[in-house]
């Protein structure tokens, strides 16, 4: 296994869309637990595969207290939404940055796992909030995206300014 780069807010290619996955190999599968070794480290409650440019619509979360519920959504898709929670949220890639995201409060989604298989899930509270936020990032929108224009731009100084400091 090996941890992978994280791209950074503002970084262009965070706005790529990702393209559906077509075979599950072992590629994938190194993908997958490189992805989940980098999630772990960070550390984060979700990865998606365009934070590390590759642009496949693969996810990886795991919301639980003790990290031991590891979740992998390969080409999801958001069905049924329902009700709306706000809450603070965070991304690995645009780090030190929390701000209120409106979101579904529950939420169905369809997608492979890593044998190929058809899955449905029903999630509500934080992981439906997560997956929301991960499957944005598969359509190359980040969650400051949902900020206002002059929060975006404050934080894109703020983040300026922090390479800054560490480079
Ligand atoms: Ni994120």
Do not use: W
């Not at 559906?20 to 637990?33: F, G, Y």
């Not at 031991?68 to 390969?74: A, G, K, N, Y």
């Amino acid at each position: 296994m090996a941890l992978l780069p994280i791209l950074r807010f503002p970084d262009p290619r965070l706005k790529k869309v990702a393209s559906p996955v077509t075979q599950i190999d072992d590629s994938t599968r190194k993908l997958v637990a490189d992805m989940a070794e980098t999630m772990y480290e960070a550390p984060g409650i979700g990865l998606a595969a365009t934070q590390v440019d590759v642009h496949q619509r693969i996810v990886v979360i795991d919301v639980s207290e003790d990290k031991s519920e590891l979740q992998v959504f390969i080409n999801p898709t958001l069905g049924n939404c329902e009700g709306s929670q706000t809450g603070e949220e965070g991304c690995l890639s645009v780090p030190g940055i929390y701000d209120k995201v409106e979101r579904a409060e529950r939420v169905s989604i369809s997608y492979l796992d890593l044998d190929g298989k058809q899955q449905v899930l029903e999630a509500e509270g934080l992981l439906a909030v997560c997956i929301q936020h991960e499957i944005d990032h598969l359509n190359g929108t980040v969650f400051v995206d949902h900020l206002s224009q002059l929060k975006q731009l404050r934080i894109k100084n703020k983040l300026a300014k922090q390479a800054r400091v560490t480079a």
